[in-house]
Each structure stands twice: as C-alpha cells, then as structure tokens.
C-alpha cells in the first residue's frame, strides 16, 4: 500500500479489477460531538458476474513515507465504534450494494480526530470440478472514515521543497489535529522570467490543457492530494507528468496554494541538464 487518497482513501485492487468494481465514496468524515451518526458507501459492481464482499474495520497509522500499516484497536481508535451493515453480501452482475456505516462510540473519545480503515474484499469462489481452471482476481478496496472531537483545526507547514527536472518532493508537517492536505497548483517558469513568489497566483485549470500559462511558464499541475496525519511529518512527491524532459537550462518551481487552511507560496530554483546522447 502507498499512498492515501485520497486519498486519498486507500485503493488496493489486484490486477485486471480495476475499473470493474468501484466504491463512493473513497473517504468519510463523521462529526463525533453529537449522537450517533450514520452515513454509507455504496459498492458498484460493473462485471457480468456476481461478487460476494466481506467488510471488515481496522486502526492504522501512516509513516513519513506515506505507508499505511494496520496497527491494534484502541479504546479511543474509531474501528471499534463503528456499526457497519451489512458485514457480508452479495452485489449482483450491473448492480450495486449500499453499505451503512455509524458510529456509536461507548467510551467519552479525546477532542482530536479518531481514524479507521474499512475494507471491502471479494470473497473467492470455489469453481466446479472440470471448469476452467484460469486464475482468476479478486478486489480489494479500503477506504478511510475520520471521526473528529471538538473544533476541527487543519493547519501547518511546507517545511522544506526540493525541486529536480522532472520531480518535486514536499515535506509537510501537521500541526493542526486532523488530517491535511494540499490544494492548489505549481508551476514551472524559466528562471529568467520568474516575477518572484510575492507576484504568482495560482493558476486557473492547471494541467489541462484549457490552462493560461503566463509568459514564461513551460508547464503547471495541480499539488498532490497526499493525506499527512495530525502531528506527523509525511515526504509527499510532486510529478511534473511533462510529457517531454525539459530543455538545459535553469528554472524555478513556484508553488501557490494551501496545506489544510495555512498558505503555501514557496519556490526553488533549479537546472536541468542536457539529455545523454547515445
């Protein structure tokens, strides 16, 4: 498992599955101040072939890198307090499930946010004596559920950027206590052409192809989605996804945006060299 879609929610998915069977939504944010509270995924199964899905709820942590592990359930970790129903079904060829998803905690949950991971796996299915005997995928989904305790603050801080010719990488620190991420667009500028941070904006429809670059910027994206938990550092990369290396010569990669609800206006020079002849 990588990265958190969403995020991220995470999307785990074996060969040849993906595209067949989808999950909305990927991630569910739950206010836990009030009484129970209730919402649902629904399950699409767009096969010619009836699925039999198992959910299941975990805890789990995410390491600076950005790898999710299952960690044990807590008294304060949300996996415990969930009703999720139902835990076992069947989602016919073209259909799709809805999957009802409360949480009833028991215990008086610490002001801060509470995380669990559900899972949505295909069951195999025995075949007959004599069928065919192809080896056959299987899906498996997970998506995230945040529970939050008291005032939700989003906020930190792009603590260091490094920019190379075809990659970025950001390191991000959560200092709020619910999960970030980042919102906004990059940018690419010839470094001679480069205004300074205090004159760029963000840039409308960036990475399409109805982009307005300004003079002076050879390619824009958006910033990457990547989820950082509160009180963690994460490394989160930033592909240009240029389509060609660029030329020799020096730039500056310009960013404009938001980590959670704290600006981002940051920028850093850099050189690409000429390609290798062979």
Known sequence: ???????????????GAHAQVGLSPQILDITLDGGPTSQAF???????????????????????????????????????WLVINPLEFTVKAGQNQVVRVAARPAVKLTPGEHRAMVYFEEQPRERAPGSETTLRTVFRFGAAVYGHVGPVERKGELVALQARPASGE??????????????????????????????????AKAGTDDAQLPPGVVASGRLPSDAVLPGATRRVMLDYAIKAALPAGEYVLDLNGTFGDSPIDRSQAFRAEAAAAH
């Open 1 to 15: 498992m990588q990265r958190l879609w969403l995020l991220a929610a995470l999307l785990l998915l074996s060969v």
């Open 42 to 80: 629904r399950l699409f199964n767009y096969t010619s072939e009836d699925k039999v899905v198992k959910v299941t709820a975990v805890n789990w942590d995410m390491d600076g890198d950005g790898k999710v592990s299952t960690i044990p359930t807590t008294e304060q970790s949300l996996d415990g």
């Open 170 to 203: 950001l390191t991000l620190r959560n200092d709020g206590n619910a999960t970030s991420r980042c919102s906004g667009t990059f940018a690419i500028w010839r470094k001679a052409d480069f205004p300074g941070e205090a004159k760029t904006s963000a840039i």
